[in-house]
């Protein structure tokens, strides 16, 4: 049974950074693409950062720059580290694996964690 569970959410201020984590278990971790998505209220789920099991990284446009993807094979986690947070980037952040096309839509994915809040204030 496959579990991604994420934690690090919270409140921050505008400019702050905070540094999420998904444990994934139930899956031969090293050989799956593993992605960031977000959603706010009244919006769609949406694309954050992905990251190939050898590393390869790919972002949204709107976080380029701020946020870093990173992955530890031993552990089977990833990690989304955001820098210069704003608060359009108010949402709950969700970890994915596994996606059977392309890796930038969420419904390509197989699994999915709970999600967790991240709140950005002004």
């Known amino acids: 049974q496959v579990q991604l569970v994420e934690s690090g959410g919270g409140l921050m201020q505008d400019g702050g950074s905070l540094r999420l984590s998904c444990a994934a278990s139930g899956l031969t971790f090293g050989s799956y693409i593993m992605g960031w998505f977000r959603q706010a209220p009244g919006k769609e789920r949406e694309f954050v950062a992905r990251i190939s099991w050898r590393g390869i990284t790919y972002y949204a446009d709107s976080v380029k720059g701020r946020f870093t993807i990173s992955r530890d094979n031993t552990k089977n986690t990833v990690t989304l580290q955001m820098n210069s947070l704003k608060p359009e980037d108010t949402a709950v952040y969700y970890c994915?694996?596994?996606?059977?096309?392309?890796?930038?839509?969420?419904?390509?994915?197989?699994?999915w964690g709970q999600g967790t809040q991240v709140t950005v204030s002004s």
């Open positions: 994915a694996a596994d996606p059977k096309g392309d890796a930038t839509v969420p419904r390509w994915y197989n699994y």
